[in-house]
Structures are given as C-alpha cells and as structure tokens.
C-alpha cells in the first residue's frame, strides 16, 4: 500500500508505535489507553479539545515524562527510560512555546542546541536551519528582539539541528500570520519528502487537512484514527446538493424515483440535499430527471465535508469535551 | 548514552554568555565585591603597630571571615535562580527535548557560578594581601595574613564553600515554584558551612596546615554529597509538569496498523490540564 504522499507504510518499521499508553496524574488520567502507529515519513496530525491530552501524548513519547502504563516505540527505539538520552538525540520536539533565550542571538541559542546534540562544527547545520525557516537575516539578533512569529521560527530552527527521524511540533503555527503559517507548511511538506515522520499537533483543522497524510482525534481517549478523506467518508454520508431556479412542484415525485437516490431533504427554498451511493455515478440522473420534470437546473455538486465537520461530529457526540 | 563533556561545555558557555549580557547580575557580581573589600581594608590600615597581638589576631580572623563570604554569598543567589529561572522563561523544556543529561545540565551550570564567584574571591585576596604588604603600618597584620594555613584555606575554601552554596541553590531551584523564595532560601541556606569558617578565623581552632586540609576534605565531601542528591531531586516530570514522577506498569495489547480508520469506542477518564 502506498500513502497519500508516496509513503510506502510497509517498507520501512514504523517511526512511532504507540500501545495501550496511558497517563496518569494521581487521580486524575490525562490520556488512556492510547494505541496507534505512525509509518516512517509520514505526517500524522493529531487533534483533540483542550485538555484532551494531546501535549502530554507529545511529551511522554518524547521522554518528558513516564507512561503510567503500556508502550511505545519512538524511532525504532522501546520507550524506557534508560533509553531517554537515545531516544532524544533522534527525534526532536518544538514545544508550543519556543522557549528561546532572549538574551542570547538566534545563532547562540542554536550553538547552545547544536552542542547538545553533540554537533562539534555546528556551522554549516546552523545557517541550513536558519535558510530553511527564512531567518538567515536575523542570525545575529537578540531573540529578545523578535516577534513572536521570528522566535517560533528559531523554535522550528532549532528542531531541524539534529536532522530528527521523528518531528514533534506541537501547535507549530499558532500565533503566527497567515504568511509565516504558509512558510512552516511548506517547511513541513519540504520534512515530509525528505522522509521525516511528522508529528503534528494542532488546533487548526485545515492545516491538519492539508499537511497531514492521516490524523488522530484524542480526547482522553483516542477516538478516531484514519486520512481525512477515510473521516469523512465514515461520518458522513455522501450527498449531492441540487439548486434549482424554482422551488420543485412536487420533489418527492423526482428524487423518488430517481435511480440510486437514497433519500432527499430541502436546503433552503430551491436547494436540496440528497443522500447518494456514489455521487458521480448519480449525478447525471438526477439531473435527467430535473430536466423531465420541467425544472431550471442552476447546479448539482458533490456535497464536502471538511475535517472540522468531522472534528466537530466527534467533539459534539462528546459531552466531556463540550464542558472544556 | 554516557556522560558528555560537550554537552557540559555547551551549558556552560550558554550560562557565560547570558552573564554578559545581563547587567543586574554583572553589577551584583562587581558591587558586593566591593563592599567585602572596603571593610577589612579600612580594618587593616587602622591597626597601627603598638595594638596588641590578640587584637591584631582578631582583625585579621575577621578579614579571612569576610573574604569567604564572598564565594559562599555570591553564587547562592544565582544558583538557586539556575532551574527555576530557565523553567520561568519557558526554555527548561526545549532543554530537556534534547539528549542532556541531567548531571550535565546541573555541573554545566554550578561551573558556570562557580568559575565567576572564585575568581572574584581571588581577586579579593590578591588585593588585600598587596595592600597590606604596600600600606600596612602593623607588620604583625603582614605577616598573619601571609601565613601558610591562611593562605592555604583561602585557596581551598573558596571553591569548596560556593560549591556548598551553589549545591544548595539547585536544590532549591529544582523544588521551588517561585524565583523570590528560591534565592531567598539559597542565601540562608549558605550561611551554616561559614561558621566553621568563623570557628577557624576566630582562633577558636587553631590555624594549621593540617586543620585547613581536614576541613576542605570534609567540605568536599560534603559537596560531592550534596550534588548527587540535587541530582536525585531533578524530577523531569515534576518540572515540566508539576507532578511527581509514576513508575511505569507494563501493558500490553494490538498496534493498529497504518492506513486504516478506527472509531473507538469512548472509554471515559478525566481532564488533562
């Protein structure tokens, strides 16, 4: 099988392989019984409420902080903690705040990073990194300095260093403008055919429709798994939307018959909706058969369900997400 | 993964460098300096020759005393601001993404006190000592203040008594919750070792080469101590989260493979902060 970006899942072990994680706090659980698995290069994106869990996910798999039960492999490594030093040096996550150090300059606070990832001529991975996040102009500025959107940038910078097998970045674009968000996409897509697994945690559904090649929706739980596409698909049925110059005479008497039509409701005055098997196959009946019944087709389309129709299906069915 | 002196390095050079470019802590590291050298200048040159030797012995214990403040006071403020100063800035996490160590990250920032706070300590003998041999008119103060023990002990416990301080302050910085309370509670903490110090200064020991090597082994063990429970107390978790570390139990069960959809069933559990 081949992935949605060219990511064949089965050639290569998995990046992250996540069974039965579960994290507890004392009494209180900040996720349960948590399983998935991440293919090596793909970019998987993971949504979920406030406080549904997702940042911790991040954190345990990234040796944060201790699983209260199950396992997990992060990079072919089995998540332990003697294995937390390994583990590190092989992944790499940008946390929702940069956490950078203002009174040091974009490239001090890279050596300091470079250092730690044991890179001696750190030169030449510093200014690739600052290229790749269009920063290299302000190399020599007090992070003090920048806006928020430039210190998230010398965040994403700094997580390039260690040429990372697995990517976390969590809410990677948040604060920043619609410009700066387009450059941390394609900086995302340009990981993504460079075969780094991506691990993306955020709030906003289109950009996980766009980047991701499948998403995960966590609230405590893990309650869906699957492309957006798949989502969709799953959640809702498929459905045409008809709009016609007029209100139908007698509608029932069309859809009714009309050939693999499910069924219909009105959208408005001289909209409808109607629920298909396959809307490309049925469109053109449905159409034959507006036509015979003397009405002025203005359009028929195939009616798209976006990722946040799914997020807010599954988030609206959830009484404990909604008190958030 | 074993223990890296480049990634020490890496720590110390950050810590360096962020001394240079903050100047509440260089005009700390300058000012209080100075005050520990006025007075016992001001002490050895009131001391004219005719004062009798105990007063003379006095003066000079005081002088030794005030000197070793200085590495036991400065570091203390600054250490107990090491962690919860980096977790107040939002960059202790970023740090602990990476491959560190946590012995690493702890030497790498008691060295980065510790090289400035010796250093001024140094300084400070090296200009009492040359002011006392230039205008010193009690040739008893010359002499006490160049003998072997005295000489010996500055040396000695200069170092060992900010690594006691700088020791206490991470400590402290890895519990506390709030900058103010940390360095409030690091400076108190660094005053017990002084008064061993005190008892030394004041004759109450007498000098001798022996004693100063008996209490430095003693301070550097303590010191060796101490680190290794600051060690033992740098909980990630705690840190990063506020809660203290769980051990892990084992679970087992399937990995779902990629490329499929699963809707699973809704199995309950409380908020995530």
Same mark, same amino acid.
């Given at each position: 099988?081949?992935?949605? $970006?060219?990511?064949?899942?089965?050639?290569?072990?998995?990046?992250?392989?996540?069974?039965?994680?579960?994290?507890?706090?004392?009494?209180?659980?900040?996720?349960?019984?948590?399983?998935?698995?991440?293919?090596?290069?793909?970019?998987?994106?993971?949504?979920?409420?406030?406080?549904?869990?997702?940042?911790?996910?991040?954190?345990?798999?990234?040796?944060?902080?201790?699983?209260?039960?199950?396992?997990?492999?992060?990079?072919?490594?089995?998540?332990?903690?003697?294995?937390?030093?390994?583990?590190?040096?092989?992944?790499?996550?940008?946390?929702?705040?940069?956490?950078?150090?203002?009174?040091?300059?974009?490239?001090?606070?890279?050596?300091?990073?470079?250092?730690?990832?044991?890179?001696?001529?750190?030169?030449?991975?510093?200014?690739?990194?600052?290229?790749?996040?269009?920063?290299?102009?302000?190399?020599?500025?007090?992070?003090?300095?920048?806006?928020?959107?430039?210190?998230?940038?010398?965040?994403?910078?700094?997580?390039?260093?260690?040429?990372?097998?697995?990517?976390?970045?969590?809410?990677?674009?948040?604060?920043?403008?619609?410009?700066?968000?387009?450059?941390?996409?394609?900086?995302?897509?340009?990981?993504?055919?460079?075969?780094?697994?991506?691990?993306?945690?955020?709030?906003?559904?289109?950009?996980?429709?766009?980047?991701?090649?499948?998403?995960?929706?966590?609230?405590?739980?893990?309650?869906?798994?699957?492309?957006?596409?798949?989502?969709?698909?799953?959640?809702?049925?498929?459905?045409?939307?008809?709009?016609?110059?007029?209100?139908?005479?007698?509608?029932?008497?069309?859809?009714?018959?009309?050939?693999?039509?499910?069924?219909?409701?009105?959208?408005?005055?001289?909209?409808?909706?109607?629920?298909?098997?396959?809307?490309?196959?049925?469109?053109?009946?449905?159409?034959?058969?507006?036509?015979?019944?003397?009405?002025?087709?203005?359009?028929?389309?195939?009616?798209? $369900?976006?990722?946040?129709?799914?997020?807010?299906?599954?988030?609206?069915?959830?009484?404990?997400?909604?008190?958030? | 993964?074993?223990?890296?002196?480049?990634?020490?390095?890496?720590?110390?050079?950050?810590?360096?460098?962020?001394?240079?470019?903050? !100047?509440?802590?260089?005009?700390?590291?300058?000012?209080?300096?100075?005050?520990?050298?006025?007075? !016992?200048?001001?002490?050895?040159?009131?001391?004219?020759?005719?004062? !009798?030797?105990?007063?003379?012995?006095?003066?000079?214990?005081?002088?030794?005393?005030?000197?070793?403040?200085?590495?036991?006071?400065?570091?203390?403020?600054?250490?107990?601001?090491?962690?919860?100063?980096?977790?107040?800035?939002?960059?202790?996490?970023?740090?602990?993404?990476?491959?560190?160590?946590?012995?690493?990250?702890?030497?790498?920032?008691?060295?980065?006190?510790?090289?400035?706070?010796?250093?001024?300590?140094?300084?400070?003998?090296?200009?009492? /000592?040359?002011?006392?041999?230039?205008?010193?008119?009690?040739?008893?103060?010359?002499?006490?203040?160049?003998?072997?023990?005295?000489?010996?002990?500055?040396?000695?416990?200069?170092?060992?008594?900010?690594?006691?301080?700088?020791?206490?302050?991470?400590?402290?910085?890895?519990?506390?919750?709030?900058?103010?309370?940390? /360095?409030?509670?690091?400076?108190?903490?660094?005053?017990?070792?002084?008064?061993?110090?005190?008892?030394?200064?004041?004759?109450?020991?007498?000098?001798?080469?022996?004693?100063?090597?008996?209490?430095?082994?003693?301070?550097?063990?303590?010191?060796?101590?101490?680190?290794?429970?600051?060690?033992?107390?740098?909980?990630?978790?705690?840190?990063?989260?506020?809660?203290?570390?769980?051990? /892990?139990?084992?679970?087992?069960?399937?990995?779902?493979? !990629?490329?499929?959809?699963?809707?699973?069933?809704?199995?309950?559990?409380?908020?995530?902060?």
């Amino acid at each position: 099988m081949t992935g949605a $970006h060219g990511v064949d899942p089965s050639a290569t072990p998995p990046a992250l392989i996540v069974d039965h994680l579960t994290k507890q706090f004392g009494q209180r659980t900040a996720f349960q019984d948590v399983s998935f698995t991440v293919a090596s290069g793909e970019v998987f994106g993971f949504l979920g409420p406030n406080g549904a869990g997702k940042t911790t996910t991040v954190r345990t798999l990234g040796t944060l902080i201790a699983p209260t039960s199950g396992s997990a492999t992060v990079a072919g490594i089995p998540l332990t903690s003697v294995n937390g030093p390994e583990i590190r040096q092989r992944i790499s996550i940008m946390p929702e705040n940069p956490g950078v150090y203002n009174r040091l300059t974009v490239i001090e606070n890279l050596e300091l990073f470079a250092g730690l990832y044991g890179q001696r001529n750190s030169g030449p991975r510093i200014t690739k990194a600052l290229e790749a996040v269009n920063l290299t102009a302000r190399g020599r500025d007090l992070c003090g300095s920048l806006s928020k959107g430039l210190r998230q940038r010398v965040g994403l910078a700094r997580a390039l260093l260690n040429d990372p097998a697995v990517m976390f970045l969590d809410e990677p674009t948040s604060g920043l403008d619609p410009v700066a968000a387009r450059e941390v996409h394609d900086l995302i897509i340009g990981l993504r055919e460079r075969g780094v697994t991506v691990f993306l945690t955020t709030h906003r559904l289109e950009e996980a429709e766009r980047l991701c090649d499948r998403v995960a929706i966590l609230n405590t739980t893990l309650r869906l798994v699957g492309r957006p596409d798949e989502l969709r698909e799953q959640l809702f049925s498929r459905s045409l939307v008809v709009e016609t110059l007029a209100p139908l005479v007698a509608p029932d008497d069309v859809f009714n018959s009309t050939e693999g039509v499910e069924s219909w409701r009105p959208d408005g005055a001289s909209s409808y909706v109607l629920s298909v098997v396959d809307p490309r196959t049925i469109a053109p009946h449905v159409t034959r058969a507006l036509v015979a019944a003397g009405a002025d087709v203005v359009s028929i389309s195939e009616s798209r $369900h976006s990722l946040e129709d799914v997020y807010l299906q599954l988030i609206n069915d959830d009484p404990e997400a909604s008190q958030r | 993964m074993k223990f890296s002196f480049g990634r020490l390095g890496a720590v110390l050079r950050k810590e360096l460098r962020e001394y240079r470019r903050s !100047p509440f802590i260089i005009a700390t590291m300058a000012v209080l300096p100075l005050v520990f050298l006025v007075e !016992p200048l001001i002490t050895i040159f009131r001391i004219g020759p005719s004062i !009798p030797a105990s007063t003379v012995d006095k003066a000079v214990g005081a002088t030794f005393l005030i000197l070793l403040i200085a590495p036991a006071l400065l570091p203390a403020v600054i250490a107990s601001y090491s962690v919860v100063g980096e977790r107040e800035q939002g960059t202790l996490e970023p740090l602990l993404t990476t491959p560190l160590r946590r012995e690493e990250l702890l030497l790498g920032k008691a060295l980065g006190v510790v090289v400035p706070a010796v250093g001024i300590a140094y300084v400070l003998f090296a200009v009492i /000592q040359i002011c006392a041999r230039l205008f010193a008119s009690n040739a008893e103060v010359v002499a006490l203040l160049g003998q072997g023990p005295h000489i010996l002990a500055e040396i000695l416990f200069a170092p060992l008594l900010a690594g006691w301080s700088i020791c206490v302050g991470m400590g402290i910085s890895t519990r506390a919750t709030d900058v103010r309370v940390a /360095q409030q509670l690091g400076t108190l903490s660094s005053i017990p070792p002084l008064a061993v110090v005190a008892l030394v200064s004041f004759n109450v020991f007498t000098p001798s080469v022996t004693l100063a090597v008996v209490f430095a082994l003693v301070l550097l063990v303590a010191d060796v101590i101490l680190f290794r429970i600051v060690s033992a107390l740098f909980d990630r978790e705690r840190l990063i989260t506020g809660a203290r570390a769980q051990r /892990q139990s084992r679970g087992d069960g399937h990995v779902a493979p !990629p490329g499929t959809v699963r809707r699973i069933p809704r199995t309950g559990g409380t908020k995530d902060g």
